[in-house]
């Protein structure tokens, strides 16, 4: 909760007259270390274990959501009461109780979350979202996930592959294996027989088997979460970003976009009206293509739906835009929980609204002479 400039010297005075007033107690966090008192933040943090610290005020609003999420995120990490082992602490401060140790490190507002790397006192401040995924993602990149406990994840996880379902998962040749991900124990007595004919010599491999192919490619990129996924979004067209979320190309299409942009930059109601028939027309025919997925006609028809709309409502675009983006938002924060279907659905939504905006008219320009292109192509 960071405090406008103009602000802080009345906050400041502001505080400075509630100075004797009497402090609320903060709660104790189910598992998280508490270094409220200087001797305790000395003795763990910069120490042979790493440590997440939240500099919070038990009055903030914010820091009062935030806290089941973090006892949560500490109950999956193996910081303990002792802290004398701990792979990671997950710890906190008062800093309304120990505003000195605030200032030490530079707190401005709350909650403030610092990674202090094992050795360091230099805290590294915690940008990213204040899910519990998030979270969890952000203390396992860093310690490697050597202290992260067993749990269950919401997230899709390897298939395991056996001499008993590997034929049926990975022949199946209505869908791209690798996009699933699966795995197989080649070393297993039962599964030798699928190195052998698959040429597997080395532990790691990875092999891609496309859609409509029993013969798999070798993947040979770099073994880190993005080269992989480039690799599984340039053979699947899939949208996905480090970290799952899809990214914001998902869900657009650029034979619609080029008509959505030509239906929001319409000068009048013909204009739209005529743009509005020729993507019903393209739409239809897209949907008796042999390239044709449920996806894609899903999200075809979504263009349409909202022309429908503008039509009624000028302002749809602007509105609906704010409503999922404020959705996605109380997800990001943890306020509020979305299936990850639902949030991969509200995102394509939220691309394809994106591309209803208002163009240059030398942008536009271009547009109707692709279209006129296309057309002469057809």
């Keep these: 909760m960071q405090l406008p400039s103009l602000l802080?010297?009345?906050?400041?005075?502001?505080?400075?007259?509630?100075?004797?007033?009497?402090?609320?107690?903060?709660?104790?966090?189910p598992g998280v270390l508490d270094l409220t008192k200087e001797a305790d933040f000395n003795k763990h943090v910069g120490k042979d274990s790493p440590a997440l610290v939240e500099f919070f005020a038990p009055w903030c609003g914010h820091c009062k959501k935030l806290a089941p999420i973090y006892a949560q995120l500490a109950s999956s990490f193996s910081s303990s009461a002792s802290g004398s082992s701990a792979a990671v602490?997950?710890?906190?401060?008062?800093?309304?109780?120990?505003?000195?140790?605030?200032?030490?490190?530079?707190?401005?507002?709350?909650?403030?979350?610092?990674?202090?790397?094992?050795?360091?006192?230099?805290g590294e401040e915690y940008r990213g979202a204040r899910d519990l995924e998030s979270l969890r993602r952000f203390v396992a990149d860093k310690i490697g996930a050597k202290g992260e406990k067993k749990r269950q994840d919401t997230r899709t996880v390897a298939v395991q592959l056996s001499n008993g379902n590997f034929d049926k998962v990975v022949l199946d040749q209505t869908k791209h294996r690798l996009c699933v991900v699966a795995q197989l124990d080649a070393d297993n007595a039962l599964h030798k027989t699928y190195g052998q004919q698959y040429g597997i010599s080395s532990y790691p491999t990875i092999l891609f088997f496309p859609k409509g192919s029993s013969t798999p490619k070798?993947?040979?990129?770099?073994?880190?979460?993005?080269?992989?996924?480039?690799?599984l979004n340039d053979n699947c067209q899939t949208f996905r970003k480090a970290g799952g979320l899809l990214s914001e190309m998902a869900g657009r299409m650029p034979s619609l976009d080029r008509l959505a942009a030509l239906f929001f930059n319409g000068a009048h109601d013909d204009a739209r009206a005529s743009v509005l028939a020729e993507t019903k027309e393209y739409v239809a025919r897209m949907s008796q293509s042999v390239n044709a997925t449920e996806a894609k006609n899903a999200a075809a028809k979504y263009y349409v739906r909202v022309m429908d709309k503008l039509l009624e409502t000028p302002e749809y675009v602007e509105k609906e835009t704010k409503r999922l983006e404020a959705l996605l938002a109380k997800h990001a924060e943890g306020v509020a929980h979305l299936a990850a279907t639902k949030v991969d659905e509200l995102t394509r939504k939220k691309n394809v609204l994106a591309s209803f905006r208002k163009m240059s008219q030398e942008y536009m320009?271009?547009?109707?002479?692709?279209?006129?292109?296309?057309?002469?192509?057809?």
């Design 365 to 378: 320009e271009r547009l109707h002479e692709a279209g006129k292109k296309r057309h002469e192509e057809l």
């Design 218 to 231: 070798p993947y040979t990129g770099a073994r880190s979460e993005e080269a992989l996924l480039n690799f």
């Design 89 to 122: 602490h997950i710890a906190s401060v008062d800093a309304d109780a120990n505003r000195a140790l605030g200032a030490r490190f530079d707190i401005k507002g709350y909650p403030t979350l610092k990674w202090f790397a094992a050795g360091s006192l230099a």
């Design 8 to 29: 802080i010297p009345l906050a400041a005075a502001l505080l400075g007259a509630l100075s004797c007033a009497p402090h609320v107690a903060a709660k104790a966090q």
